[in-house]
């Protein structure tokens, strides 16, 4: 009876060392391995979707959601200053892009968001007044706009010369940008067919 006994559990254990073997050699070894990995990184990135908003995230976000102005302003109210290092020029700015405005300096597009707010604030100005030598602002050069809101600095990504009449130009922005644009060419006797024009995105903000 011992014998017995002793014979079936020798062969359950043959058994298993043959079962071993067999299944570390071949991909069912692979496959178990593969899953039980996959399992262990899907619950992790479970609880890292599920895991509860922190308090710095939520103060982020409601100092996203902070309007920098309370009151819009009104066509041809004088809203702030433009200023381009590279001229070492300061040119007063007016919200509204009618004669009015463009003759005491930058005109502010109505339709467009104001400066330091996201998407696209558009400026224009006369190229034979205010932007004389706004052809001499290159990529890589900073127009800082002082407004009620504080200081925004911007600093020029690009330069296009397009058609007087493309409105790619106040089209919106995914970020806070800049655009400047006056007419083209600079030395053009009449009314000038392009337009000269300046995109440019913050890099800094001091809020008031």
């Not at 819009?72 to 300061?90: H, S």
């Given at each position: 009876m011992r014998m017995k006994k002793r014979f079936i559990f020798s062969a359950i254990a043959i058994l298993f060392i043959v079962f071993g073997l067999w299944f570390s050699s071949t991909?069912?070894?692979?496959?178990?391995?593969?899953?039980?990995?996959?399992?262990?990184?899907?619950?992790?990135?479970?609880?890292?979707?599920?895991?509860?908003?922190?308090?710095?995230?939520?103060?982020?976000e409601v100092s996203a959601k902070t309007e920098l102005y309370t009151n819009r302003p009104k066509v041809g109210e004088n809203i702030g200053n433009l200023y381009i290092p590279k001229l070492k020029?300061?040119?007063?700015?007016?919200?509204?892009?009618?004669?009015?405005?463009?003759?005491?300096?930058?005109?502010?597009?109505?339709?467009?968001?104001?400066?330091?707010?996201?998407?696209?604030?558009?400026?224009?100005?006369?190229?034979?007044?205010?932007?004389?030598?706004?052809?001499?602002?290159?990529?890589?050069?900073?127009?800082?706009?002082?407004?009620?809101?504080g200081e925004f600095t911007?600093?020029?990504?690009?330069?296009?010369?397009?058609?007087?009449?493309?409105?790619?130009?106040?089209?919106?922005?995914?970020?806070?940008?800049?655009?400047v644009s006056t007419c083209y060419p600079f030395n053009f006797v009449g009314a000038a067919p392009e337009r000269y024009v300046l995109v440019a995105f913050l890099v800094n903000s001091k809020v008031s």
């Amino acid at each position: 009876m011992r014998m017995k006994k002793r014979f079936i559990f020798s062969a359950i254990a043959i058994l298993f060392i043959v079962f071993g073997l067999w299944f570390s050699s071949t991909n069912a070894y692979k496959f178990a391995k593969g899953y039980l990995l996959f399992k262990i990184g899907q619950d992790k990135r479970e609880q890292t979707f599920t895991k509860p908003e922190t308090k710095a995230s939520a103060t982020k976000e409601v100092s996203a959601k902070t309007e920098l102005y309370t009151n819009r302003p009104k066509v041809g109210e004088n809203i702030g200053n433009l200023y381009i290092p590279k001229l070492k020029a300061e040119l007063p700015i007016f919200h509204g892009t009618n004669e009015d405005e463009l003759e005491k300096g930058v005109g502010h597009f109505a339709d467009s968001v104001l400066p330091g707010e996201k998407d696209n604030s558009v400026l224009s100005g006369h190229r034979d007044t205010v932007f004389r030598k706004l052809g001499e602002v290159k990529k890589g050069d900073l127009l800082v706009v002082t407004t009620t809101a504080g200081e925004f600095t911007y600093k020029v990504k690009q330069v296009r010369i397009v058609d007087k009449d493309d409105r790619t130009v106040i089209v919106p922005k995914p970020r806070a940008t800049l655009t400047v644009s006056t007419c083209y060419p600079f030395n053009f006797v009449g009314a000038a067919p392009e337009r000269y024009v300046l995109v440019a995105f913050l890099v800094n903000s001091k809020v008031s």
